[in-house]
């Protein structure tokens, strides 16, 4: 396929995603919100993996930005969107200070110390019952935007255009050299001048940003905050399942990936209720064995294959 | 004038003495051959000097700078390059794109303007096709890009960790006399760690000879080789 074909296709899917709306009801606009949502989340948690960081925390930061946006519309006096962009805010803050402290660690003890961070999080958050209202968590007067179901669409398309640009930043930045070159190979990237702290330090806190942020749209769709919603292991598990079988290291990847198994997901949920979380755990498996680039490397394995045929 | 200069350099690995009470000094325009048996401790000695490795005490100075604890990536910045032993390029980043690494970091220039001083050092290296996978390049082409990534840092002092292995004897040529043209052209001061002793013969100035982490002998090849110490080294003293 052409660079222009493909241009043309992702303005199409643009289009139709923010015109969804006016003809979709309110459950497959429900569908869809979840799937941008995790979509999102998905695309936050490969941008710091393109640096080898493999992070189990999202929930952790998700469900900070939660409350940190319900806390700022309760306890501050917000406004609904101005707390979205506090909840932002807080998790980049959080992260920074947080990421001082583990941004030395590598591989899995990275990844065990975050897992580990979100809990922390959550009982920390359970038990100041006086600010947070503690297990029973807090309630808003009333959903952001009236709870108009196109409206609360949007804002998450919104906050999925926010992660979308970040990546496409990357990308196309020195993000994208300087994480490639970290994950590659350490020594190499320091002899090459590169500042291997700060780079992880401001990945995890951009990425962090969005997902506190992403907490927030949340936290103000629904109204409410509980510990066991905003931080539920599924807002780690599933952007990871979905951004390992759509394809690592990429923004296509992710996109695919949430797609698929957010739509597979509703599907199952119908067909076998509380089993279609088995059916994910299958193909995390299948996948890590079997197609470790995903699908989008199978696709781009195809192109590069008949592009090998043609010269 | 000095580039570089250690001072009773030393760096212990729990028992072991990798590197010990090593002093030398390393001129501009000046081509330097580090040679000794296997586990010398010459690619210690490279890792200390370019900050990959803390030295347990001792000195270095570059340009009369104490940067003895100074990081890697800062020393990258301040014109002290290499290249290693064991090549990854990196994947998912084409040739050109391994090349302006330097460039970006160490010199922190815009991408554009990487990309040009980039293409410009291929062009030196007769390195082409740079739109090219990393996942191709013949072992030649592999050797040059090293080089090449380590000339966008644009700097004064280069370390070569064994850039000849695995080329023939043409290739290893060629190689030896871009080494030669572009320490000339730059008045680079440079390191050369290699294990044919051709390549040192024909490529150094001067030759610093490590066994155990020591100094052993210092000077022209011609006249280290005849050292009996060396020759005890390399032959483990059944000569």
Known sequence: ????????????????????????????????????????????????????????????????????????????????????????????????????????????????????????????????????????????????????ASGLYWLTLAGLAVALGASWWFEKSKFHFALTAIRNNETAAKSSGID???????????????????????????????????FDANFTLLPLAMALLGGIHSTVGPIFGAVLLGLAAEWLKLQIPYGHLVVYGVIIIIVILFIPGGLYGLIKKANRASEGRKA | MTTLRTEGLTRRFQGLVAVKDLSFHLDAGEILGIIGPNGAGKTTFINLVSGITMPSSGRVEYKGRDITY???????????????????????????????IGSVFSRGKSLKEARRSAEAICAELELDRLDRDTAKLSMLEIKKMEIARALANEPEALFLDEVMAGLNSDETKQVIGTVQRIAAERNLAVGVVEHVMGVIRELTQRVIVLEAGELIAEGPYEKVSKDPRVIEAYLGGAA
């Open chain 2, 70 to 100: 100074m990081p890697a990536h800062e020393r990258a910045r301040i014109g002290i390059a290499r290249t290693y032993q064991l090549i990854h390029p990196l994947e998912n980043l084409t040739v050109i794109e391994n090349v302006m």
């Open chain 1, 1 to 148: 396929m052409n660079r222009n074909l493909l241009r043309i296709l992702a303005a199409l899917v643009a289009v139709a995603a923010v015109a969804l709306p006016a003809f979709a009801g309110a459950y497959p606009l429900q569908v869809a919100r979840n799937v941008i949502l995790y979509m999102a989340l998905a695309i936050t948690w490969d941008m710091l993996l393109r640096s080898g960081q493999i992070s189990f925390g999202i929930a952790g930061l998700f469900g900070l930005g939660a409350y940190a946006s319900v806390l700022g519309v309760l306890r501050a006096g917000m406004s609904p969107l101005l707390s979205i962009a506090f909840a932002g805010a807080f998790a980049g803050l959080a992260a920074l200070l947080i990421g001082f402290l583990i941004l030395r660690l590598r591989a899995i003890y990275f990844s065990i110390v975050t897992l580990a961070l979100a809990e922390i999080f959550r009982i920390v958050i359970q038990n100041l019952h006086d600010f947070t209202g503690g297990p029973e968590g807090l309630v808003l007067d009333g959903v952001i935007l009236g709870g108009s």
């Open chain 1, 196 to 230: 291997i702290f700060r780079w992880l330090l401001a990945t995890f806190v951009i990425t962090s940003v969005i997902q506190g942020f992403l907490g927030g749209i949340y936290g103000q769709s629904y109204g409410f905050a509980t510990p066991d919603s905003v």
